[in-house]
């Protein structure tokens, strides 16, 4: 930890003012180049605070840059957990408006409900799946408030990990008897394929995903919660979309998810 509580505070109502009003901004290492990633989850937690008082609430957790496409996308190699806030989610076969956005990418993932909390560390592949109710097929629609979708590990983390809106499919599986490795996914934009994948993209399984996360929130003496929608992060690099875009995700075994940007 490196900033006081007040620098925290300043930089969490900055990023929260940027999503509010749609505007980009410069990215916060470069006024706080020593800020570390204690500073950055704390800066997270901000404003989720800010946006509690208004009463939004927290509607799931997330795991990004979990897949090397996306590693390699964004120039950083480490996973990172951000938070899903009720006024994300949007009905699959609905529109998302862009003018709420400032430079939207759509990125498909597989998503899990817990039926037992998640307490690191030690957690794996078969404790996370030992604790899955379900999975489900999700899009998440991603929007860095930086300049030119340009970020370093902190400052993206600090930016609640560009989360925005986010897509959930309608078919739920038990994970009995689904290889989640293999599960292959097929993203069109626009009635082209813009990008394909299989689960295993997802630091080799996506319950790795949720064990690392896990073992992060038990780092903190937090546990991952029953009953929470978490996505373990996206599958296939990301994808530019602007009003009037088409996306429509195809999974295997989880059925598809289509949405317009208007
Ligand atoms: C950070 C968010 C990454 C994912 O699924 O990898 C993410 C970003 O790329 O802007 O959500
Ligand atoms: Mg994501």
Do not use: W
């Not at 020593?34 to 937690?45: F, G, H, K, P, T």
């Not at 480490?78 to 949007?90: K, N, Q, R, T």
């Not at 292959?184 to 319950?207: C, Q, R, S, T």
């Not at 929608?229 to 296939?236: F, L, N």
Request: hydrophobic residues 45%; glycine residues 10%; negative net charge.
């Amino acid at each position: 930890m490196t900033l006081d509580k007040q620098t925290i505070q300043k930089l969490a109502a900055y990023l929260e003012e940027a999503e509010m009003h749609a505007h980009d901004v410069t990215k916060i290492t470069d006024d706080y180049p020593q800020l570390d990633s204690e500073d950055a989850y704390a800066i997270q937690a901000a404003i989720r605070d800010i946006k509690a008082a208004r009463g939004t609430r927290v509607a799931g957790l997330k795991a990004g840059l979990t897949s090397r496409a996306k590693m390699k996308q964004m120039g950083v190699d480490v996973p990172i957990f951000g938070l899903l806030f009720d006024y994300m989610s949007v009905p699959n076969g609905g529109e998302v408006k862009t003018s709420e956005l400032i430079h939207p990418k759509v990125e498909s993932e597989i998503a899990f409900v817990l039926k037992k909390p998640l307490k690191g560390p030690g957690c794996h592949v078969g404790t996370v799946l030992a604790a899955t109710d379900f999975v489900l097929p999700a899009v998440e629609i991603i929007d860095s408030r930086y300049r030119n979708f340009r970020f370093d590990l902190n400052s993206v983390i600090a930016d609640n990990t560009s989360s925005s809106r986010f897509v959930v499919g309608d078919v739920a599986q038990n994970v009995e008897g689904l290889d989640l490795r293999t599960l292959g996914i097929v993203m069109e934009k626009n009635g082209e394929i813009v990008a394909m994948a299989a689960g295993a993209a997802v630091l080799g399984h996506p319950a790795e995903a949720l064990a690392q996360m896990a073992n992060h929130y038990g780092a903190r003496g937090e546990e991952v919660p029953a009953g929470a929608y978490i996505m373990s992060g996206g599958a296939t690099a990301a994808v530019a979309v602007q009003a009037g875009d088409a996306i429509h995700v195809r999974f295997q075994h989880l059925g598809a998810i289509g949405f317009r940007f208007v």
